[in-house]
């Protein structure tokens, strides 16, 4: 039975305080005050080529502009159940930059292979991921006037697209984040900030701060640094292979936590080159009790969260900043205090926001449908370390961010397996582990259950695992029966390590709102969603559960091509309005398409699951 649905308005405040997205002002943390920024969102010449055979030996003098774009955008945009174009997509605009100042391009996100070139000589590529956010330095030049030119490719390629290797959601294409233009403050120098990374030592305010750099000289470098806006103070640092570290005291310290997310500002300045960054930080610790349960400032908190894609149908994944503000807004509608950002590096504006309202993330590099081969392919690891390096780097100072994962459902149940593992996992350690406590936890969203092989490598166990609907399909007694089971294997088994429900739920298709609770009807879902929460919420083994998933979303490519649409209502042909489905088959795997296990449906239209959990969840 179908039934239309009505557009819930709710009525929520948040108060945030994203940077605008103008001038020289970067659109998200950290900032540069030593710097001239140029944020070079906005219209692109636009091109696009089906055939092009090597795309990274591409003459760039032979790509041919005949339309415009936005900037940031997807090119491949289409309704839920039709396939985007694939092949090769150029941009190309103007920059006016100052002469003999050394040049930085900044890249939030650019999907799937991505090559740059100015005045149509390339600068670089990246390869490490579509989500991921890159650097390129571009040199200095003599003139002002230049012509900026990216070549993006979105065919799954394992060659120029190596962690692009599949997964259960759409992978949309283009610069779906940000672009900005850094320009150094002196002249004929290369001697940069790349990062100010800060970790939490002590709760009395105590942090270590390392000092990042690019092409400085080793050796003694005279640094100011500022805390909170108050006075500058004066230090020598020590810099060994560019890098230099250091202890600050926090005044008036004031920690961070899901119920008070405080805030804190460094600002570091070498005086060499007159760079300067200013990072934002909280003062959080990570630990683990002795129940095996994760702490964040020696308490232990029942997480509460769900799953997010970063995808509007109207925008793809190049959410604008006004869709990011409306998840945030739902999220805390909901009563989520954490959220498993599936399955890639997250949204800067986002991850701001969730450091303000005080929600917790788990972020992951690019990989669901990792296979054994890519785990012992060097050509592939090579770029999964990289990948998971931007990750780290970019995220390094969000106190949101408390866990990082990798490999969504990967081959762990095979030993042969483990050593893949174990050098993604060392990799994030390497960053955030060589101080105490470390920042970040490691884990990974396993799938294979009791038949993991490889969980010693983890900090904390994970299981996606879907009762009552994959598993037991229709029986609601089956989560309280499945997940109580799961909390004893790893009680036993990892006694010491915190354990989370990482997926789980079912499907609720937004127009069947039926009074019986059929497979695919909203009330089923509720039901089943109820059954899971319930049993995390009551377990005191369990630190937390991100159930799948916040929104709907667009299937990938192969079941778009599958399941095809369902037939639609009359409406407007703009994807910003909300498209009701008329008829749809449910016998395919993604019913027209979509994914349709999300609390709120692609519109961000509430189902009846939305209320049930906020209930929940809601409680203390």
Same mark, same amino acid.
Do not use: M
């Given at each position: 039975m179908m039934r239309w649905g009505l557009l819930l308005k709710l009525? !929520?405040?948040?108060?945030?305080a994203i940077p605008s997205c103008h001038g020289d002002q970067n659109p998200f943390w950290p900032h540069y005050p030593g710097r001239e920024l140029t944020v070079l969102? $906005?219209?692109?010449q636009f091109g696009f080529a089906a055939n092009v055979s090597d795309v990274v030996n591409f003459d760039i003098r032979q790509a041919t502009f005949n339309t415009t774009a936005q900037v940031p955008s997807c090119f491949d945009i289409q309704p839920p159940g039709i396939e985007g174009p694939r092949g090769t997509a150029f941009y190309q605009r103007n920059i006016t930059v100052q002469p003999h100042k050394q040049l930085l391009l900044h890249f939030a996100a650019c999907s799937f292979?991505?090559?740059? #070139? !100015? &005045?149509?000589?390339?600068v670089g590529d990246h390869r490490a991921g579509g989500y991921n956010p890159f650097w390129l330095s571009i040199g200095s030049f003599d003139s002002a006037q230049h012509t900026l030119t990216v070549l993006v490719d979105n065919r799954f390629n394992a060659t120029t697209a190596p962690t692009h290797t599949g997964g259960d959601f759409y992978m949309y294409s283009g610069i779906t984040r940000d672009v900005v233009l850094h320009q150094l403050p002196m002249a004929n120098t290369s001697c940069y900030i790349q990062r100010v990374e800060t970790f939490t030592v002590s709760l009395a305010g105590l942090v270590n701060v390392n000092l990042v750099t690019n092409n400085c000289a080793d050796g003694p470098t005279q640094v100011q640094y500022a805390i909170d806006g108050g006075v500058s103070k004066d230090l020598t640092v020590t810099l060994s292979n560019g890098t230099g570290r250091f202890n600050v005291m926090v005044p008036n310290p004031q920690l961070w936590s899901l119920d008070a997310p405080s805030l804190h500002t460094l600002q570091v300045t070498t005086l060499v080159n007159s760079d300067s960054i200013l990072v934002r930080f909280g003062l959080r610790v990570l630990g683990v009790d002795t129940r095996g349960r994760l702490t964040i400032n020696n308490a232990a908190p029942k997480l509460k969260g769900y799953n997010r894609h970063t995808m509007w149908p109207d925008t793809g994944s190049a959410l604008t900043l006004s869709q990011v503000k409306q998840d945030v807004m739902l999220l805390q509608e909901l009563g989520v205090n954490y959220v498993r950002g599936a399955h890639y590096p997250q949204d800067q504006r986002f991850l701001d926001l969730c450091d303000e309202v005080g929600i917790v993330v788990w972020e992951e590099t690019l990989g669901p449908s990792v296979s054994l081969l890519n785990l012992l392919d060097p050509y592939f690891m090579k770029f999964q370390v990289q990948a998971v390096n931007e990750m780290v780097s970019a995220s390094i100072n969000h106190p949101s961010v408390i866990l990082h994962g990798?490999?969504? /459902?990967?081959? @762990? =149940? %095979?030993? @042969? *397996?483990?050593p893949g593992y174990n050098t993604s996992a060392e990799a994030i350690r390497e960053r955030v582990s060589g101080h105490f406590p470390p920042s970040r936890l490691v884990t990974w969203a396993s799938d294979k259950g009791t038949n993991d092989v490889c969980l010693d490598i983890a900090d904390v166990v994970s299981f996606n695992s879907y009762p009552g609907w994959y598993n037991h399909a229709g029986d609601l007694n089956e989560p309280a029966i499945f997940w109580k089971y799961m909390v004893d294997w790893v009680s036993s088994h990892q006694p010491t390590k915190p354990f989370f429900i990482s997926e789980t739920g079912g499907g609720g298709? #937004? /127009?069947?709102?039926?009074?019986? &609770?059929?497979?695919? @009807?909203?009330? #089923?879902?509720? /039901?089943?969603? %109820?059954? =899971? !929460?319930? !049993?995390a919420l009551e377990s005191e083994r369990l630190s937390g559960i991100t159930v799948w998933q916040f929104n709907d979303i667009k299937a990938n490519h192969g079941d778009t091509a599958?399941?095809?649409?369902?037939?639609? *209502?009359?409406h407007p042909p703009s994807l910003s309005t909300?498209?009701?489905?008329? #008829?749809? &088959?449910?016998?395919? @795997?993604?019913? $027209?398409? /979509?994914?349709?296990k999300g609390a709120v449906d692609f519109w961000r239209r509430p189902k009846e699951v939305f209320g049930v959990v906020q209930s929940l969840y809601s409680q203390p």
């Open positions: 009525t !929520v405040v948040v108060v945030v969102n $906005g219209q692109w292979y991505c090559q740059v #070139y !100015v &005045d149509g000589v390339s990798f490999y969504n /459902e990967g081959p @762990s =149940d %095979k030993r @042969s *397996a483990c298709i #937004y /127009e069947w709102q039926n009074a019986t &609770d059929l497979f695919w @009807s909203q009330k #089923y879902q509720a /039901e089943l969603v %109820k059954a =899971d !929460v319930t !049993v599958k399941c095809g649409q369902c037939v639609y *209502a009359p909300p498209w009701n489905c008329s #008829y749809i &088959d449910a016998s395919c @795997s993604r019913p $027209g398409g /979509e994914n349709h």
